[in-house]
């Protein structure tokens, strides 16, 4: 008799074709897709799908990149699958770009991992979900599981505010039940719930004047910047926020100037404009907007102590809206519970933990489906030492198809 596991289930063996699915994966690797320019990859994908039986007319596009602000090249794409048997439709998500570091990423393998050959990002962030998503289905369909309807969606823009999400009509989802999306590291942690976030960007106008020959002439917008931010250091706003009313992090991510140049333009010229742009993040979207507002609130009151010798002061405009919502999903919600089984039944212990950082998740629980990030071998993301663990990468595909086959 095979190995029992929680809830009295045997084991399952899941018929993966490693080979394939790592050179899959190692395929995907080498496709440039920075966010905006995923049309590359998603073709990729959808000719994939459509080589392992996938009928053309169930591989769809939505048109999210016309409700983009910044260029996108195409929508989200999507595949549906009709069930072999009767059950709620599942949905199992990933995106498809990668960040700037990864721009000519080449895939090599080095022992157990794949790492980049050159001095760039490899890109397992989330090549690896493409290609889990895409081996999913493969081993569906070669293997003939049984299997309830399921909806395969692959996002664009997540690494620049999770825009593909956001966009969504919730329609396009076909009435999903619950979601899998693969952006993580561990096949075995869920995670469950992550935090909300804001953007803000702040615009100082202050005066030039001759540094050397009269400053009290001008008034620094560089000055009333440093105050500022300063301040909201000093007051516990910067950075790891923790008071009695919240937790979450803040950040000023760029300090600049006029078209993405300098703040200012000479050492001896009062600097007459500065443009701030930074972050808040809070598992409390209420919070997170009150880290926003001690931004704007140090802002004003450092643009009160800069002044000319005329006694004016600088002119500010701030801008603060939020990002993503937050969530957090209950141990007794069904996709979290069916995560659980779907490990355990691997042989797998299953963890949930809250995440830091946004999801794509964030705006699939927000359209009404709750949705549980597993993970499949992504290290050291976002550097140039980024690698993929290839046994990690295999539980990854194994948790996806025990996800699609698991009895409800």
Same mark, same amino acid.
């Not at 969606?153 to 076909?174: C, M, N, W, Y």
């Not at 619950?178 to 719930?193: H, P, Q, R, S, Y």
């Not at 007459?272 to 979207?285: A, M, N, Q």
């Given at each position: 008799m095979e190995n029992q596991v929680a809830g009295h289930d045997a084991l399952i063996n899941i018929p993966l074709d490693v080979k394939s699915a790592e050179d899959r994966l190692m395929r995907y690797l080498s496709i440039e897709g920075q966010s905006g320019q995923e049309k590359a990859i998603a073709e990729a994908i959808a000719e994939d799908l459509r080589s392992l039986g996938v009928p053309a007319d169930a591989i769809r596009y939505d048109d999210v990149h016309k409700h983009i602000e910044v260029p996108t090249q195409t929508g989200n794409l999507y595949a549906d699958l009709p069930g072999t048997k009767?059950? %709620?439709?599942l949905l199992f998500s990933t995106h498809l770009d990668v960040v700037p570091v990864c721009a000519g990423a080449k895939p090599k393998r080095e022992g157990g991992r794949i790492i980049s050959e050159g001095n760039t990002g490899l890109g397992g962030d989330n090549r690896t979900g493409? &290609? =889990? #998503?895409v081996t999913l289905v493969e081993t569906l369909l070669k *293997?003939?599981? +049984?299997? %309830? %309807? $399921? /909806? #395969? #969606?692959f996002t664009v823009r997540e690494e620049s505010g999770l825009q593909g999400s956001r966009h969504i009509k919730p329609a396009d989802l076909k009435g999903a039940a619950m979601c899998f999306n693969v952006d993580g590291k561990l096949a075995a942690e869920l995670i469950t719930g992550a935090v909300g976030a804001e953007s803000w960007e702040a615009h100082i106008k202050g005066k030039a004047a001759h540094a050397g020959v009269a400053p009290e002439k001008g008034i620094s917008s560089t000055l009333v910047a440093s105050i500022a931010i300063s301040e909201v250091h000093k007051n516990g706003w910067f950075g790891k926020v923790a008071k009695p009313e919240g937790r979450g992090t +803040?950040? =000023? @991510? $760029?300090? @600049? @100037?006029?078209?993405? &140049?300098? &703040? @200012?333009? &000479? /050492? *001896? =010229?009062v600097t007459d404009y500065v443009y701030l742009k930074g972050e808040t993040r809070s598992p409390d979207t209420k919070f997170a907007a009150a880290i926003t507002g001690a931004y704007k609130d140090s802002l004003e009151a450092a643009v009160k102590q800069v002044r000319d010798a005329d006694g004016s002061t600088a002119e500010l405009t701030f801008d603060g809206r939020a990002q993503y919502p937050s969530f957090d999903l209950s141990e007794d919600d069904p996709a979290v519970k069916h995560a659980k089984r779907a490990a355990e039944s691997i042989g797998l212990t299953p963890t949930t933990v809250f995440s830091n950082g946004g999801l794509d998740a964030n705006w699939l629980v927000k359209h009404g489906v709750s949705t549980v990030t597993i993970g499949a071998g992504q290290y050291e $993301?976002? /550097? =140039?030492?980024?690698y993929v663990e290839l046994a990690e990468y295999a539980l990854g595909c194994k948790m996806a198809v025990a996800l699609a086959t698991l009895h409800s």
């Amino acid at each position: 008799m095979e190995n029992q596991v929680a809830g009295h289930d045997a084991l399952i063996n899941i018929p993966l074709d490693v080979k394939s699915a790592e050179d899959r994966l190692m395929r995907y690797l080498s496709i440039e897709g920075q966010s905006g320019q995923e049309k590359a990859i998603a073709e990729a994908i959808a000719e994939d799908l459509r080589s392992l039986g996938v009928p053309a007319d169930a591989i769809r596009y939505d048109d999210v990149h016309k409700h983009i602000e910044v260029p996108t090249q195409t929508g989200n794409l999507y595949a549906d699958l009709p069930g072999t048997k009767d059950g %709620p439709r599942l949905l199992f998500s990933t995106h498809l770009d990668v960040v700037p570091v990864c721009a000519g990423a080449k895939p090599k393998r080095e022992g157990g991992r794949i790492i980049s050959e050159g001095n760039t990002g490899l890109g397992g962030d989330n090549r690896t979900g493409c &290609a =889990v #998503l895409v081996t999913l289905v493969e081993t569906l369909l070669k *293997n003939k599981l +049984s299997h %309830p %309807p $399921i /909806t #395969l #969606l692959f996002t664009v823009r997540e690494e620049s505010g999770l825009q593909g999400s956001r966009h969504i009509k919730p329609a396009d989802l076909k009435g999903a039940a619950m979601c899998f999306n693969v952006d993580g590291k561990l096949a075995a942690e869920l995670i469950t719930g992550a935090v909300g976030a804001e953007s803000w960007e702040a615009h100082i106008k202050g005066k030039a004047a001759h540094a050397g020959v009269a400053p009290e002439k001008g008034i620094s917008s560089t000055l009333v910047a440093s105050i500022a931010i300063s301040e909201v250091h000093k007051n516990g706003w910067f950075g790891k926020v923790a008071k009695p009313e919240g937790r979450g992090t +803040s950040n =000023v @991510g $760029i300090f @600049g @100037g006029k078209d993405n &140049a300098a &703040a @200012g333009d &000479a /050492t *001896n =010229v009062v600097t007459d404009y500065v443009y701030l742009k930074g972050e808040t993040r809070s598992p409390d979207t209420k919070f997170a907007a009150a880290i926003t507002g001690a931004y704007k609130d140090s802002l004003e009151a450092a643009v009160k102590q800069v002044r000319d010798a005329d006694g004016s002061t600088a002119e500010l405009t701030f801008d603060g809206r939020a990002q993503y919502p937050s969530f957090d999903l209950s141990e007794d919600d069904p996709a979290v519970k069916h995560a659980k089984r779907a490990a355990e039944s691997i042989g797998l212990t299953p963890t949930t933990v809250f995440s830091n950082g946004g999801l794509d998740a964030n705006w699939l629980v927000k359209h009404g489906v709750s949705t549980v990030t597993i993970g499949a071998g992504q290290y050291e $993301i976002h /550097t =140039v030492n980024e690698y993929v663990e290839l046994a990690e990468y295999a539980l990854g595909c194994k948790m996806a198809v025990a996800l699609a086959t698991l009895h409800s």
